[in-house]
């Protein structure tokens, strides 16, 4: 299971940390990403991270102002959100898989979304 928690409401350019704790099946999978789906679109690869060597992929909208991070001993993946702007308003979902997911893109784990709300 994959509890994602952090969400909330912000003000722009402010800050927020989104957690997400893994367990059970997922407590062995590969890597971790996070992915956010605003009203109306469709979801959207946000980032990602692969639990042995930490290596870290972002989107292309988030470099720059989004850290994903992992605390192995704790299997918890972190997403600090910096300078946040009305369009990082979205449900954001954790997710797992068994493969470099950053290789891959494959996530066979998912966990229940957070609601972050920039306002403007």
């Known amino acids: 299971q994959l509890q994602a928690s952090g969400g909330g409401l912000v003000q722009a350019g402010g800050s927020l940390r989104l957690s997400c704790a893994a367990s059970?099946?997922?407590?062995?999978?590969?890597?971790m990403g996070w992915f956010r789906q605003a009203p109306g679109k469709e979801r959207e690869f946000v980032a990602a991270?692969?639990?042995?060597?930490?290596?870290?992929n972002y989107a292309d909208s988030v470099k720059g102002r989004f850290a994903i991070s992992r605390d192995n001993a704790k299997k918890t993946v972190y997403l600090q959100m910096d300078g946040l702007k009305p369009e990082d308003t979205a449900v954001y979902y954790c997710?797992?898989?068994?493969?470099?997911?950053?290789?891959?893109?494959?996530?066979?784990?998912w966990g229940q979304g957070t609601l972050v709300t920039v306002s403007s």
């Open positions: 991270i692969h639990w042995n060597r930490g290596v870290t």
């Open positions: 997710a797992a898989g068994r493969s470099p997911v950053i290789v891959t893109k494959k996530y066979e784990y």
């Open positions: 059970g099946r997922t407590f062995t999978t590969s890597g």
